[in-house]
């Protein structure tokens, strides 16, 4: 049978606070833990704090991660109650995605290489990122969308070329 260790990080260990909102890993193997106050990038030793300081355009939204995800091509998006970022792994910066700013940003997808799925409390988005193009489907005309009308999405899964998608309704 396999067997499972456990090892807590807690603010004894550098976290920056101890609510943690979500988890992801990026492409070099970082694990990035999304707390209250702070995205907290762990190298298996240390813990770095990435916090939002006030008039510096490239640190984090101040409001709480939700989610993160690394896509096929290794960019790294962070998803907050304040809107959409990518990591920016050469500079250190977060860029800011115009299109999601000050949207609650609860999930993040990709289905290929440019095309990103983010779910938000105002619907399901489709972010072309070649392109910088969004689609919401929330607004959507066709017939077989009106299921995502007004509805928000908590979160998303894509498989076997599928999108399964938690909303409130």
Known sequence: ???????????????????????????????????????????????THFTNIPGDTTSPYGR?????????????????ETGLMEYDFKTGAFKKIAAFQNMFITSITSVNDSILFVG???????????????????????????VLA????????FKNEKLYLGTNK
């Open 1 to 47: 049978s396999n067997s499972l260790n456990f090892h807590k990080l807690g603010l004894q260990d550098g976290l920056h606070d101890g609510i943690v909102k979500c988890i992801s890993q990026d492409k070099y193997g970082y694990i990035w833990i999304g707390t209250v106050g702070a995205f907290n990038r762990f190298d298996g030793r240390r813990i």
């Open 64 to 80: 709480q991660p939700r989610c993160m995800y690394s896509d096929s091509k290794g960019r790294f998006w962070i998803g907050s």
């Open 120 to 146: 938000t409390r105002r619907g399901l988005f489709r972010y072309n990122v070649s392109g910088g193009s969004i689609y919401n489907y929330r607004s959507s005309s066709k017939p077989g969308d009106s």
């Open 150 to 157: 007004n509805n928000g999405i908590n979160d998303i899964f």
